[in-house]
């Protein structure tokens, strides 16, 4: 079983940045892939990025290439969701989910394990 919880989202205007947190408990973190999805009210889930224990770069959406960046620290069990140049219509809740596989995974279905969200929200 995994934990994961999502932290640093808030209110921010056009433009600006947020890093989004994910903290990971109850599996050997370095082996678990982490995704971050975002869903806004009444909508699908949508893949955002994701970062891969066996493999190396982080892989994205088309609309979060050039703006946005994950990491991952594994010494304090976290990956980082870093979003610059924030729209308005990024404004959905973010969650991060994770799995044990060896490769990449952009479909919320192939993620057993999730996050309780954590709301963005970009002004104009």
């Known amino acids: 079983q995994v934990q994961l919880v999502e932290s640093g989202g808030g209110l921010v205007q056009a433009g600006g940045s947020l890093r989004l947190s994910c903290a990971a408990s109850g599996r050997t973190f370095s082996r678990l892939n982490i995704g971050w999805f975002r869903q806004a009210p009444g909508k699908e889930r949508d893949f955002v990025g994701g970062i891969s224990w066996s493999i190396s770069s982080p892989y994205y959406s088309n609309s979060a290439k050039g703006r946005f960046t994950i990491s991952r620290d594994n010494a304090k069990n976290t990956v980082y969701l870093q979003m610059n140049s924030l729209k308005p219509e990024d404004t959905e809740v973010y969650y991060c989910?994770?799995?044990?596989?060896?490769?990449?995974?952009?479909?919320?279905?192939?993620?057993?394990?999730w996050g309780q969200g954590t709301q963005v929200t970009v002004s104009s």
């Open positions: 989910a994770a799995n044990g596989g060896g490769g990449v995974y952009y479909r919320d279905v192939d993620y057993p394990y």
